[in-house]
């Protein structure tokens, strides 16, 4: 027997308030908010802290700073795509 729209609703509403509760909430207090995927602010302050550090590590010849920045880089890089 097939499920109600009702039913379709709130299982719905429950695997949001799961996934992305700050989200979810965001419905209810009338003030949207940006669904997780489009929150970058975690990646974008790694990607300021990585070049920062290659930035040092260039001007201080220090070649563990050059390959921490690299490497924070490409792992803040990696943050701005959205999983599928």
């Known amino acids: 027997m097939p499920k109600s729209d009702d039913e379709r ?3 719905l509403e429950a695997r949001f308030e799961q996934e992305d509760p ?3 909430r ?3 207090s ?3 908010a940006r669904p997780r995927e489009f929150r970058h602010a975690r990646a974008w302050w790694a990607l300021i ?3 920062g550090l290659l930035i040092a590590g260039l001007v201080l ?3 563990l ?3 921490a920045g690299l490497v924070l880089s490409g792992l803040a890089v990696q943050l701005f795509d ?3």
């Open 9 to 11: 609703l709130v299982d």
């Open 22 to 24: 700050h989200f979810a």
């Open 26 to 28: 965001s419905f209810t």
């Open 30 to 32: 009338g003030r949207p």
């Open 49 to 51: 802290i990585g070049v």
């Open 61 to 63: 010849p220090d070649g």
């Open 65 to 67: 700073m050059i390959a």
């Open 82 to 84: 959205p999983p599928r």
